[in-house]
């Protein structure tokens, strides 16, 4: 019995630890979003400590694991690899995004949503472009324009509230009407 306890409780921490995870992250992106000065555009952009936690993931651990093999040693020669493994692990897991969160930005206007990021260039879609928003189980947005290229608006991206303000403004009515259903997912899911 104190096994299955032990197992309950190490799974209750667990859970609870990364339920206040992602608590901490949606309530940091409610913080005021960020606006142009010369236009008054929204920026949508990532808090830094997300950036920040994932850069402790990746380079933290594995200088963590690299210690604490010193410290505690191998009883084969074999066992020398785990740790290795681990924080090369760590290193992808934590290291992976990281450009992504640190350069990541939408920028919304009355006329368009642009995308910039670590990789490839601008992505632009005209809001009279818009045909669909979809909703995505772990709360991020898909718009989608008419030429089904997409802009995926991430639930963590500080500004998301009033991205919601500009959304319920913007949206074309045809798209409004095919999306009403993931409309409705996205305002209950900014309302937890």
Known sequence: MDVVLQHALRGA??????????????QSAKQPALRDPQTGDLILRFNKILPSIM???????????????????F?????????????VMFLALGGGPLPYLLKARIRVSGEE????????????????????????????LSIV???KQKIKVQPFMVGIKEFAGLLDAYLPQAARD????DLEKFDRFLKR
């Not at 609870?16 to 901490?24: D, R």
């Not at 095919?178 to 259903?181: E, G, P, W």
């Open 13 to 26: 921490i667990i859970g609870g630890a990364v339920f206040m995870f992602m608590y901490l992250l949606l």
């Open 113 to 140: 949503l642009e995308y910039t990021g670590p990789f490839g260039g601008a992505r632009k879609i005209a809001w009279c472009n818009v045909v669909r928003v979809r909703f995505h189980s772990d709360g991020s």
């Open 55 to 73: 850069g402790v993931i990746a380079f933290g651990a594995p200088i963590g694991l690299v210690i604490l093999s010193m410290v505690i040693g």
């Open 145 to 147: 324009s008419s030429t």
């Open 178 to 181: 095919i999306s009403i259903r």
């Open 75 to 87: 009883k084969n020669p074999s066992e020398k690899y785990i740790p290795i493994v681990m924080g």
